[in-house]
């Protein structure tokens, strides 16, 4: 298994030997044998373990056995202890899930802290299977049947061409030793009944299962591969970007083949889950608002707007000195004095510095805002003029406000307030610009 194994990394992961690279540890033996394997062919290796305190003593003995295999290997090791059924109680998920999201935060820790490349983990080609059952059994789209990726940003996992029994005829041959989770043989866990009760069964009707599997993976990343040369290509005709905001062309969308599956494709990765509604919002009403954990998508007249969600507990109202040159919160703007009288535009204003305090105030809009617009007598409501420009509900959101006292300067890249313009009696101008 040696040969072969740096064969693969080799021929498929090259970078790895140039790379520092932290070994995720659990003392089980996928995750020993990745050590000797990595170890044995001089790679620049540290080990991670996370003590998750579910199984008294256990627990405790993988953590020695870890520390132990490190001091016999001459590798460093990084040990962390968590109150993992606490975590699980205050955020509400499952032991499972509540494991995964520590051990993974305090993996990224290490990698900034220590400088590391890469997360190596020791995921294999039975648990691949076990993933895409797992997958088949909820309903998932094509991304869930690919398997678990080799390489994933910063997670790479090498022995996922290799299968558990050539793992465990490793360990055996070269007097390896590692821990046994007694948990693993449990049947509560839905992956544990699939790996005791289902793939045995799968392995007998075809003996070459694995190596079946991993055909079928290969033909369905190459189906995927398709799919995203035409999303695409698609793309580029349906999509725009406005600073930080998608709009998709709803009259394109609803010329396509099969609109639903088009948009489950370019949505997928914004964690919406009810694709019924997000088709029905290509006829709904316009101002129809879904959302998912953090972004939201809006129907606005003949757009689908895709936004992420504001932080409400950010600061909305940001106050500065208008002897300051240059302003970098909450939008880049630049202060200067000329001698110029060129137009007002969308991105710069002149005003008469007289007219203003010593401190402006950029903020959002607020409900009863009215504020005097160039090029129209008398004032106006601010809600009346974002509908009559025809801005969405997020629009209005990301729209900042240049405020003397509470009094409006400029609709920022939109409209400035004539109370505060130049005029012949003016003595400094200051140019306010969108940097």
């Known amino acids: 298994m040696l040969k072969e194994f740096k064969k693969h990394i080799e021929q498929k992961l090259p970078f790895l030997s140039e790379n520092k690279l932290l070994i995720a540890i659990s003392g089980g033996i996928d995750s020993v044998v990745i050590t000797h394997l990595l170890h044995k062919l001089n790679y620049k290796i540290s080990l991670a373990h996370c003590n998750f305190k579910l199984r008294n003593n256990e627990s405790d003995l993988d953590e020695e056995f870890v520390k132990n295999l490190g001091k016999e290997l001459n590798i460093e090791v990084h040990t962390t202890s968590f109150n993992t059924k606490e975590y699980s109680k205050i955020n509400k998920t ?3 899930i509540s494991a995964r999201e520590l051990r993974y935060d ?10 590391f490349d890469y997360i190596i983990t020791a995921h294999h080609a039975d648990d691949n299977l076990e993933t895409f059952i797992i997958n088949l059994t909820r309903g998932t789209g094509l991304k869930g049947l690919t398997g678990i990726p080799e390489i994933n940003k910063n997670i790479i996992r090498p022995l996922l061409n290799f299968s558990r029994e050539n793992i465990k005829n490793y360990a055996l041959k070269n007097n390896i030793t590692w821990r046994e989770d007694l948990s693993n043989s449990e049947t509560k866990y839905i992956r544990n009944k699939i790996r005791h009760n289902i793939t045995p069964k799968l392995k007998e009707i075809n003996p070459e299962l694995l190596n079946s599997f991993s055909k079928t993976l290969n033909y369905l990343k190459q ?3 398709i799919i995203e040369d035409r999303i695409n290509e698609i793309s580029k005709n349906i999509l725009t970007k406005e600073n930080n905001i998608l709009k998709f062309d709803i009259a394109k969308l609803k010329k396509l083949s099969n609109p639903k599956i088009y948009l489950y494709e370019l949505l997928k990765n914004y964690g919406f889950t009810e694709w019924d509604n997000i088709y029905d919002l290509l006829s709904a ?3 129809k608002l879904i959302t998912s954990n953090e972004y939201q998508l809006l129907k606005n007249r003949e757009f689908l707007i895709l936004s992420k969600i504001n932080d409400n507990s950010q600061n909305t109202e940001f106050s500065f000195p208008i ?4 302003i970098e919160q909450p939008i880049k703007l630049k202060i200067e ?3 110029k009288t060129e137009n007002t535009s969308k991105t710069s204003i002149l005003v008469d510095k007289d007219l203003l305090n010593e401190n402006l105030t950029i903020r959002k809009w607020q409900k009863g805002d009215i504020f005097y617009p160039i090029g129209l007598n008398g004032k106006k409501k ?3 003029f974002f509908k009559d420009e025809k801005l969405s509900i997020i629009d209005k959101k990301n729209t900042w406000l240049l405020c003397n006292n509470n009094e409006i300067i400029w609709v920022i890249g939109m409209r400035q307030d ?3 313009c130049i005029n012949n009696k003016t003595k400094t101008i200051l140019k306010i610009s969108i940097n």
């Open 94 to 96: 499952s032991t499972q």
């Open 106 to 115: 305090w993996f990224n820790e290490l990698v900034k802290k220590h400088s």
């Open 223 to 225: 189906s995927e591969q």
């Open 285 to 287: 009403q316009s101002g």
């Open 323 to 326: 002897s300051e040159q240059e």
């Open 337 to 339: 004095t000329t001698n």
């Open 382 to 384: 601010l809600s009346k």
């Open 418 to 420: 004539r109370r505060f």
